[in-house]
């Protein structure tokens, strides 16, 4: 949920706690989880689950165990355990759902190997946080540079700053393997600390920095996808899209994932169609398959050498007369089956909105002016010539 004060300004800034999406509730980040069971007690006895959610940078989360039962709320920020060090993050998800969450993502909680909670952070945490955080965007540019003059086939697209900024991560894509031996030894001299090179996906490169899609919406990698099916060009042959690379490919450059998303339904109904290669031979000729409507049931066939007639059947009736020529038999034509499907094409309308018009708001036209005209002429004809008696 927002905190209700993400309206926009001029500017495109947040109106109420100008974050640009950090704010303290946690209602307007990426991949966030609602907590529908924040209004509800726990029974008797039941102690609450000592693991919380903790977001990072980009949608980023780590579960850390709460040792010390430190009374924590959604929107704070802590310091808990790192790899060397500690690290600085915002509490995303408190309670049950947490253990749910970890389910999911099949996480051990039963086990002596977990991150565990420092403390609250302090306003020197904080302040060495935000200060770390500051410089990440001119050092991406400036390790841009360096991998350039290198001569790396590569692309640093990300970089995150732990938060006692003892260590940066450094996230890239590339093609091939890359030898970066060299690029550590000159970041580690030009930023003065430990350097850490971690390759992602094209896909994940895109759920990390976000956009709009091609639908106007922001990524699904970005906002709430969290697991990257395979996606083939078989899914857009059985949806009959058109194999356009510019149309079916992402901003990540790979086939879009929402491909999947309807193949299941699209699967479904088309197991009742027979293969579109299949002709149908009749007394009056052979026919071919033109089309097909897949969610309607319908194909349409046309004789060799008669294209621009069509005949509209049922996966029913075309499957009869498949049927029928596996037992060397033809049907007399395909008229005779089409003739069953013709509808009256007359459409009834009803006004459901009560709108009869849809210029009934536009200013009628001034007819006074006609009738203006009208009168001169008039009188511009009666004062003609007089005839002679």
């Not at 007369?321 to 013709?342: D, G, P, Q, T």
């Amino acid at each position: 949920m927002a905190c209700g004060n993400c309206g926009t300004t001029k500017n495109g800034q947040p109106r109420g706690c100008q974050n640009n999406g950090t704010c303290g509730t946690d209602g307007c980040n990426k991949l966030t989880v609602f907590d529908w069971l924040s209004n509800m007690s726990l029974p008797d006895g039941q102690e609450p689950f000592d693991f919380v959610e903790v977001r990072f940078k980009n949608g980023r989360k780590e579960y850390v165990k709460n040792v010390d039962k430190l009374q924590i709320n959604v929107g704070e920020v802590l310091a808990v355990q790192a790899a060397s060090g500690h690290d600085v993050g915002i509490v995303s998800l408190t309670g049950e759902l947490v253990r749910v969450q970890m389910k999911k993502k099949r996480i051990p909680y039963k086990t002596d190997d977990f991150l565990k909670i420092y403390r609250k952070a302090n306003q020197k945490d904080i302040e060495v946080w935000e200060s770390v955080k500051e410089r990440e965007e001119g050092i991406k540019v400036r390790s841009r540079q360096i991998a350039i003059r290198l001569g790396l086939q590569m692309k640093i697209s990300d970089i995150e700053f732990q938060g006692d900024g003892s260590k940066a991560t450094f996230f890239y894509t590339a093609e091939e393997r890359v030898d970066f031996r060299q690029l550590i030894k000159e970041f580690a001299q030009e930023f003065r600390t430990r350097i850490e090179m971690r390759q992602i996906g094209f896909r994940q490169e895109a759920a990390r920095l976000g956009g709009i899609g091609s639908c106007g919406r922001e990524l699904c990698c970005s906002t709430w996808l969290t697991d990257f099916r395979s996606v083939t060009t078989s899914a857009a042959r059985y949806q009959q899209l058109s194999l356009n690379p510019q149309k079916l490919a992402g901003q990540c450059g790979k086939l879009k994932c929402c491909l999947n998303y309807e193949l299941d339904a699209y699967l479904d109904a088309l197991k009742d169609f027979p293969k579109t290669e299949q002709k149908l031979y009749t007394d009056k000729g052979t026919a071919v398959c033109q089309k097909i409507d897949i969610f309607q049931g319908h194909l349409w066939y046309a004789y060799e050498g008669e294209w621009m007639n069509w005949h509209k059947l049922t996966t029913t009736q075309a499957n009869e007369i498949i049927e029928a020529n596996k037992k060397k038999n033809k049907v007399a034509s395909l008229e005779e089956y089409a003739a069953e499907l013709i509808t009256d094409a007359k459409v009834d309308f009803g006004n459901v909105v009560g709108q009869d018009s849809l210029t009934r708001f536009d200013k009628p036209k001034n007819s006074r002016k006609r009738s203006k005209n009208r009168r001169k002429k008039g009188n511009f004809r009666k004062k003609g010539p007089k005839k002679n008696a």
